[in-house]
């Protein structure tokens, strides 16, 4: 049973445009969702979260929307860089049901083309 | 900064060995993880563990078990590791619920 699910496996971008990746669940007690940046042989880094009491957290040229009714959040980088290519994962929690724990979408590749 | 490490970056095991992947954070944090990632999986959570000599499975504990000592230890034990856990294998740290830090990872192979 996939909770986090990310649909594409896969995106291409230009240099200067606009990525959106994109993330589903299912678990309605998720309530902070959480987005990591993975390079090749290095561990994931984090990149920017939201709780359920927001719609829209920013961060540079990092933002998450989240969308509550439709169980869907997205991360949108604009402008997208080279640098950006990496492997994206989208994760949640559920305070009351989980603990500390998170449970992973199965990534997006991006690929920023110059 | 937060500093996750892992003992090695890769290893190369035969099949029936029995494997110690160990996993140090030197921020006093609570919370301690074990994942694999696997291409189209995502990370998957093997175990995982929330204080000094407790442990809870996570979504995919079969195969493997865990210890932590101390603190800042947690280490993951293959009893008898098998090709299927070829795998890269993630430790992380978090002193509450929400953001995780990860180590670098280690890169297991098993012939």
């Known amino acids: 049973d996939q909770q986090v699910k990310q649909n594409s496996p896969s995106l291409s971008v230009q240099e200067g445009r606009i990525s959106i990746l994109n993330c589903d669940y299912t678990n309605s007690m998720f309530d902070y969702f959480l987005w990591y940046k993975k390079y090749p042989a290095e561990g994931p880094t984090f990149l920017i979260s939201i709780s359920s009491i927001k719609d829209k957290n920013e961060d540079g040229r990092f933002t998450v929307f989240l969308n509550k009714s439709a169980k869907h959040l997205s991360l949108h980088i604009v402008p997208s860089q080279p640098g950006d290519s990496a492997v994206y994962f989208c994760?949640?929690?559920?305070?009351?049901?989980?603990?500390?724990?998170?449970?992973f979408g199965e990534g997006t590749q991006l690929t920023v083309n110059p | 900064d937060v500093k996750v490490t892992q003992s090695s970056r890769y290893l190369v095991k035969r099949t029936g060995e029995k494997v110690f992947l160990e996993c140090v954070q030197d921020m006093d944090h609570e919370n301690m993880f074990w994942y694999r990632q696997d291409p189209g999986l995502g990370l998957r959570l093997i175990y995982f563990?929330?204080?000094?000599?407790?442990?809870e499975k996570g979504d995919i504990p079969e195969g493997y078990s865990v210890s932590r000592e101390k603190k800042e230890r947690f280490s993951l034990i293959l009893e008898s590791a098998s090709t299927n856990q070829t795998s890269m294998y993630l430790c992380?740290?978090?002193?509450?619920?929400?953001?995780?830090?990860f180590g670098p990872g280690t890169r297991l192979t098993v012939l």
């Open positions: 563990s929330y204080d000094v000599k407790m442990k």
């Open positions: 992380a740290s978090s002193p509450h619920r929400g953001r995780q830090y």
């Open positions: 994760a949640a929690s559920a305070e009351r049901t989980s603990g500390s724990r998170l449970t």
